[in-house]
């Protein structure tokens, strides 16, 4: 990440610049490393006082304790935006991007409370738990970038699949959930096609909010096979990526599926099938079994 970073912001040449990039934008060193935790330290607790100040009784036990703790974060985090925008080439590129409007909106509404209280935006403070997005770099994910294309192209192979899928979802959505407003009707609250189609999406992936209820036996019957549908819908799209990830080789190239029937008696064409990878252990193997037969 810390490359892509320095190709973005432009990471200065040398001086007192450059070692604050290196503290800030990246995690490589032990003080990038320590100033990324202490950070997510200070959103956490940010978060934590924001989440506090929403409980009447301790808002009003701790409400002077709060507004100094919202003060001191507001201000930590405002010298950390100035200190980002100071440390790189090209700052109206940070400002634009996704982490550095982040870093923005949580400086807002604390302001946004002083100059324009009527507004009410001082519950968008939580905002600033979407900065903890960085602690993603602390954990090296880079190094599981294997893994992460693996997935990737899984997904990205099963889309037509995963499409129709969804397309055949949408499609028992509808047709059920116009079945149950002509059964239930207004009477039973059901007053409209789009409000029994909520019913039945609601229904069929397993939340059942509980506002809607049918009443008639016959309802009832289609909740029942809505509930059953909702436990294949769920398994479907992770049984069509597992196989597809189950497909594809070491290399994210396609395994050849065996052949099966008529099939398995014709020779495979060796030009367009590639040579099988041996392992260390298959080798091994062969070469004890080798042996033994040699005695």
Not at 216 to 242: E, F, K, N, Y
Not at 248 to 275: F, H, K, Q
């Amino acid at each position: 990440m810390s490359s892509t970073t320095d190709s973005r912001f432009d990471k200065p040449a040398h001086g007192w610049r450059r070692t604050m990039f290196t503290v800030i934008f990246e995690a490589d060193t032990r003080a990038g490393l320590w100033f990324d935790l202490a950070l997510i330290a200070v959103i956490v607790a940010s978060v934590l006082v924001v989440i506090l100040d929403s409980v009447q009784p301790i808002r009003e036990q701790w409400r002077s304790v709060f507004n100094v703790l919202e003060w001191v974060f507001t201000i930590l985090f405002t010298l950390e935006y100035i200190a980002r925008l100071c440390c790189v080439n090209k700052p109206l590129r940070y400002a634009l991007s996704f982490y550095g409007v982040i870093d923005l909106l949580a400086l807002l509404p604390t302001f946004l409370v002083v100059f324009a209280p009527e507004m009410g935006l001082g519950y968008l403070i939580d905002v600033r738990v979407l900065r903890l997005l960085r602690v993603f770099r602390i954990f090296k994910l880079s190094r599981y970038s294997v893994e992460y294309r693996a997935l990737v192209l899984a997904v990205a192979s099963s889309r037509r699949k995963i499409t129709v899928f969804v397309g055949f979802v949408m499609l028992v959505v509808l047709v059920m959930g116009t079945l149950m407003y002509v059964v239930e009707g207004p009477v039973h609250g059901f007053t409209s096609i789009p409000v029994a189609i909520y019913w039945a999406i609601s229904t069929m992936a397993t939340v059942g909010f509980g506002d809607l209820v049918p009443k008639t036996d016959l309802g009832r019957a289609i909740a029942s096979v809505m509930m059953l549908l909702g436990w294949g819908v769920l398994a479907v799209p992770t049984g069509i990526v597992t196989a597809e990830m189950a497909r594809r080789g070491p290399d994210d190239e396609a395994v050849p599926v065996a052949p099966r029937g008529i099939l398995a008696m014709t020779a495979p064409v060796s030009a367009s099938v590639p040579a099988k990878r041996i392992t260390p252990a298959a080798r091994r193997r062969a070469l004890a079994q080798h042996r033994r037969g040699g005695r």
